[in-house]
């Protein structure tokens, strides 16, 4: 059998002549030490014939005698990657080179010792011995077909994020002149995507013929590699015959081996707009320098803590010329105490990215540094000549920051005395509470009220009264500590704050002080006053934890020190907060009582002491709480008229007695007069839900005979124009008054002459006392007659014994009222009393 011969040995089997040789040797070399995998390829067999070193180790065959005879069908897969078979895709590949003298393919190989390799082929026949052969060299395609599929991925990914951006994406193949326009870049145009071809003549015919020299300039310098992109702003033309401004930006992504340029992409972005504003601007700049000029406010750019730009108007505020002024510093115009805290501020504006423009209150000095000008500076980041720096608009609030300060004050102090006010002591008063928490020390709270201010306004008018407590304020505050706080807190209530006690007594010694003060007379224009005080005194943290608490608890006890005589100081006790409880409650069960019927009248007659004869009678008030039972009229009375709940009441008392009266005078067929008790809020009454004795008379179409009212000697010491004018409209409408609890008031003969007083009514301390040479009965004689001098005529009351009633009469008094005759009776009883005794 005849071994197949080495295939150097068949190709070079004759023997060559020298130059032949020598040209052979040199093959030979040039075959064996090439870096590129090469092969001989028999034309006729289709039989590799020879391998360099170099492919045989791109399929890592390790010995040559593996590669003997062996076709391309043998180191390939049966299909190539386009489905042909190995065998016939060769047989094709080699006829078309050797028709056309060399040709270039793909074409994937393998070994036992290496899977699948993706080459490029390249054949080329050359003749050797007469016979013609092919000279095959191959080229590993593995990196480069990595490299393209990262590429047509990487440019999915790029072309979907610039299209999702609202750019359009084009794509040059630079070699064959193709271009791929994206669906955005067309319809940016106004064109379909099927409209526009991939030809490079798509974009350069559609470039505004003033703007293509400049624009293949650019390009043409990026290609040269002059530029690191390619970028131009140039006009397009869009279908519907108008031109857009494109911003037009590109790079060079792939070169072949020797440098040159194979591929570039880019994007289209419509800047039409931007580029309308920016004509807008340019055009406007004249006259946006005629506004900075013409503004009020002033403007300026900073750089390095010193102003590069200003308008007019900012150093007309300050006495400057633009001139002087541009160049200099922050510390040449800001007030020192604000210049440390704005260089931090300017310093953050400048290191600071992109952010909301920041609104300061700053004061600025004027040339000549003797007077602040408070001002609003409105400042943000800012580029001047491509550098960092800071715009600011400056506007005078000196005016602003005075009604600031007005307002302020106006908010937090009171206007007649100089004093803070409520709101100002409350503050205050929080901040004592949260120092005690901290030191462990006591803080008070004291409740100051002047006595009797009323009379003195209302007998020497408001100008003496606002003289009266301004000349208060500054008696307490002289008895003050320096960290104590004074504050008044409405009418003539002043309140005091007394910090950092050490000792209990501190509290003690400065009332005491106080009271003293304020005992001491007034001088108020001519007339020489005196008053006093009650003082409400509560401590913290002992009797409150809170503010309200506190505020509270001093004026539950500064209305004890009233009501235990004025002129003194009292401290608040948990009997006084229980006191407070119940009254509460009696409010809102007096509001119920109204509502439900809870309450109700009896009558007590009044005797004529001569004939015996009744025709007077006192309505009272009685009121039967379904779960207290009875409460006395001198617990809810009080609280009544404190509330103004004594005005509903006061309204059914007036409609109850007339009602009752006029149904005495239908069934006794004479007149009973009913007297009823009236307040002082009632006289002073303007409230149209609760009318007035008379008007509530003239709606029930009732004579004025029918009641009489019976009043105070105190509320004719403090009746006002509002009572006068209703004690008056009583008399004109035949409404009878009565002065009830004679004797032991403070009013004078003039006050009874001046308001037409019809009955006195001696007060029971008197009669109870009465005896022959008693001096209760020579008060009573007196009074008895003093009235009758004066036209009026006299009931006493508390009549209980026949002696009593005898020296009574003996002193010709006009009426008696009291047990002796009969106790106050409910309407039904007393109408059968009547009956009986009348």
């Known amino acids: 059998m005849t071994s197949t011969p080495h295939p150097s040995n068949s190709t070079y089997s004759e023997r060559p002549a020298h130059g032949q040789v020598e040209g052979d040797r040199r093959f030979r070399l040039l075959f064996e030490r090439i870096p590129d ?193 390619y970028r131009n702003e140039h006009r397009m033309l869009c279908r519907n015959g108008e031109y857009k401004w494109i911003l037009d930006r590109g790079k060079v992504i792939s070169d072949d081996a020797d440098g040159r340029p194979l591929r570039m992409v880019g994007t289209h972005t419509d800047i039409t707009e931007r580029r309308r504003v920016q004509t807008e601007l340019e055009r406007a700049e004249a006259t946006q320098r005629a506004l900075l000029d013409a503004m009020a406010d002033g403007v300026f750019v900073a750089q390095e803590h010193r102003f590069v730009f200003v308008n007019p108007a900012l150093p007309r505020m300050l006495g400057y010329t633009v001139e002087e002024f541009t160049g200099l510093t922050f510390a040449d ?58 715009l600011g608009i400056v506007r005078d609030i000196s005016d602003k920051k005075i009604n600031e300060q007005t307002i302020w004050k106006q908010a937090n102090y009171d206007a007649l005395t100089g004093l803070p006010n409520r709101h100002l002591l409350l503050h205050h008063l929080r901040q004592e509470m949260r120092l005690s928490q901290r030191s462990g020390r006591q803080l008070a709270v004291l409740f100051i009220d002047l006595d009797r201010f009323k009379e003195v306004n209302d007998t020497l008018g408001h100008p003496a009264g606002d003289s009266l407590l301004q000349q208060a304020a500054q008696r307490i505050t002289g008895c003050m500590r320096d960290t104590d706080a004074v504050a008044r807190f409405g009418g003539d209530e002043f309140a005091v704050v007394l910090g950092g006690l050490e000792h209990p007594d501190v509290v003690e010694q400065i009332a005491g002080k106080i009271l003293s003060a304020l005992h001491q007379p007034f001088q108020l224009f001519n007339e020489l006053v005196y008053v006093s005080a009650s003082i409400g005194i509560t401590l913290y943290p002992d009797s409150a934890q809170s503010q309200e608490d506190l505020l509270k608890q001093a004026d539950q006890a500064m209305y004890d020190a009233k009501r235990a005589g004025r002129n003194r100081m009292s401290y608040f006790t948990p009997s006084m907060q229980a006191s407070s409880e119940r009254r509460l409650r009696l409010v809102s069960d007096m509001h119920t009582a109204l509502t439900t019927g809870q309450f109700h009248l009896v009558y007590q007659p009044i005797v004529e002491i001569a004939t015996g004869r009744v025709r007077k009678a006192e309505a ?21 008229e404190e509330t103004g709940l004594i005005l509903p009441m006061g309204d059914w008392i007036t409609r109850t007695a007339v009602g009752f009266a006029r149904h005495l005078q239908q069934r006794l067929g004479d007149t009973v007069q009913i007297s009823i008790n009236h307040s002082p809020l009632q006289l002073r009454n303007r409230n149209g839900d609760y ?74 301390s008197f009669v109870r006392g009465l005896s022959r040479d008693s001096s209760e009965l020579a008060l009573c004689e007196a009074m008895i007659v003093m009235a009758h001098k004066l036209g009026m005529q006299v009931i006493a009351e508390g009549v209980e014994t026949i002696h009593q009633l005898e020296l009574l009469r003996a002193a010709h008094c006009d009426y008696a009222q009291g047990y002796l005759f009969s106790r106050p009776l409910p309407a039904e009883h007393f109408e059968a009393w009547l009956r009986e005794n009348g």
């Not at 010491?717 to 008399?731: I, Q, S």
């Open 37 to 229: 995998p090469m092969l001989l390829l028999d034309v006729e067999s289709g039989v590799f014939t020879d391998w360099n070193p170099a492919a045989m180790r791109m399929l890592n065959f390790p010995a040559r005698e593996e590669v003997i005879a062996l076709r391309p069908a043998d180191i390939s897969p049966a299909h190539q990657p386009d489905g042909r078979a190995s065998d016939d895709k060769a047989r094709e590949m080699m006829d078309i080179a050797r028709r056309e003298g060399s040709h270039r393919f793909e074409w994937t190989i393998c070994s036992p010792y290496r899977s699948e390799v993706v080459i490029e082929v390249l054949l080329t026949t050359i003749a050797i011995d007469g016979r013609e052969v092919f000279i095959t060299t191959w080229r590993d395609l593995s990196q480069q077909k990595r490299t393209e599929r990262d590429l047509v991925a990487n440019k999915l990914r790029w072309k979907f994020a610039l299209e999702g951006a609202g750019d359009g994406v084009w794509d040059w193949n630079i070699q064959d002149g193709t271009v791929f326009f994206s669906p955005r870049w067309k319809t940016m145009l106004g064109y379909e995507e099927q409209e526009i071809d991939n030809a490079l003549s798509e974009w350069s015919e559609r470039v505004h013929p003033d703007d293509l020299p400049r624009v293949m300039a650019d390009v043409q310098a990026h290609l040269d590699g002059r530029t690191p992109g």
């Open 333 to 390: 115009v800001l007030h020192p105490d604000f210049l440390e805290l704005w260089s931090e501020r300017y310093e953050r504006r400048i290191g600071s990215g992109p952010e909301p423009q920041r609104r300061y209150e700053v004061q600025l000095l004027n040339r000549d540094r003797d007077r602040p000008l408070w001002i609003e500076l409105i400042a943000s980041r800012f580029t001047y000549r491509d550098e960092p720096a800071v």
């Open 620 to 640: 009272l008030m009685r009121w039967q709480h379904p779960e207290r039972g009875h409460v006395s009229p001198t617990e809810f009375i009080p609280i009544a």
């Open 691 to 764: 009318p007035g004795v008379v008007e509530l008379l003239r709606k029930l179409d009732a004579p004025g005979s029918l009641v009489a009212v019976e009043i105070t000697e105190g509320m004719l010491v403090e009746a006002d124009e509002p009572a006068l004018d209703c004690l008056y409209a009583m008399r004109d409408a035949g409404v009878q008054v009565s002065l009830d609890d004679f004797g032991t008031g403070y009013s004078s003969l003039s006050y009874l002459k001046k308001f037409d007083i019809d009955y006195l009514k001696i007060d029971q």
